[in-house]
């Protein structure tokens, strides 16, 4: 099906209330669409594993290839651009050059910092291997706006664990050589119509509002926890009906609209899927376990998320009981009982 960028204007439209964009905004898109030199979007990668990406190509109403073919100017993206190797990485390079203080930066996935960067490599420039570490850092520096695709690029994620590779989120490698601020967009993955909605807000208002974990509020309004549909509702088991909180959920602590957007073109979501949300898109992620059962581990977390007076701020794993939490006498109390957030 073939849609017009009448069509994506409509999309466009019709998610104004979560982008935060007015009229004066779609304008603003429809100039940014319609003109031929619109500044391209250059999209890196890192320590990853392509899962973003992936999870853009899954863009539904309209489909991808025709955000990608009509929309939006996403000129370098190595898994779906035409060219490659020297050719792909020299136009990269002359692009960022003529349009520079112009252009968006998308990276995906963590930057390896140890042995200068060698342990990822983009590819060759004039003969020489080019690393992630000096791509983002001379482009990030070239770009208008800076966007941290992912949990890996936002806050280290999964490479973060490796001890070989000291892998960073992009925002601690730029430091501050960046024009903006870098835009975070968080989850693993992170969600399709939040990049396309970040990348649309971008190229017509400029900067979003950002919350303390760099996220546009627009797409990350408040946790998991506070529009969950079992909030308040009685502990049961993992796969089934109810509140996960005793099981380790991670909903309390991650910040994203995963209840209001879900996935897979809106059909359902972790919890609505009967899963703990395991705070993919969370600072800490991932958490050793992913999820830690007991109400004394969610003691043990509420007070760090006291002490840290933020919820987006790293917390220390609690310990793993030897043995489960006794139920108290008469079974485990109602949520809002025992919540603090009630
Ligand atoms: S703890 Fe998890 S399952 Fe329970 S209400 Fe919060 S987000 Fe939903
Ligand atoms: S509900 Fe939690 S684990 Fe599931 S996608 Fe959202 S943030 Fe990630």
Partial sequence: ????????????AAAAAALGIDAAGLGG????????????????QGALCTGCSVSLL???????????????????????????GDLAISCLVDDADTFNGEFILVVEGAVPTAFSGRTCIVGQ????????????????????YVVSVGTCASFGG???????????PVAEVLGATVRNP????????????????????????????????RQPTAFYPTTVHRRCPRLYSMFTQVGSNGCYFLKGCRGPWTVISC????????????IQANMACIGCAAPDFPRKPLLAYGLANARVDWRAHQVSGTSL??????????????????GFVPMMRISPWS
Avoid at 1 to 12: A, E, G, I, N, S
Avoid at 29 to 44: D, M, Q, Y
Avoid at 313 to 330: D, E, F
Wanted: hydrophobic share 40%.
């Fill in 1 to 12: 099906m073939h849609v017009t960028r009448r069509d994506f204007l409509k999309y466009v």
């Fill in 29 to 44: 898109l429809e100039r940014a669409l319609a003109a031929s030199s619109s500044p391209p979007i250059v999209w890196l």
């Fill in 58 to 84: 899954n863009l539904t109403n309209p489909g991808i290839e025709d955000v990608l073919l009509n929309s939006v100017s996403l000129r370098h993206h190595s898994n779906i651009q035409a060219s490659a």
């Fill in 125 to 144: 420039r004039d003969g020489a291997e080019w690393t992630m570490l000096d791509a983002v850092s001379e482009l990030g520096a070239k770009a208008k």
């Fill in 158 to 168: 999964i490479p973060k664990e490796s001890p070989y590779t000291a892998s960073k």
């Fill in 182 to 213: 870098v835009v975070n967009l968080p989850g693993c993955p992170a969600h399709p119509n939040t990049i396309v909605g970040a990348l649309v807000t971008l190229l017509t208002t400029g900067m979003p509002q950002l919350g303390t974990g």
């Fill in 259 to 270: 209840p209001v957007h879900k996935w897979n073109n809106g059909v359902s979501w972790c």
């Fill in 313 to 330: 701020a790293p917390m220390t794993t609690p310990a793993i009981p030897s043995a489960p939490v006794t139920p108290p006498p008469g």
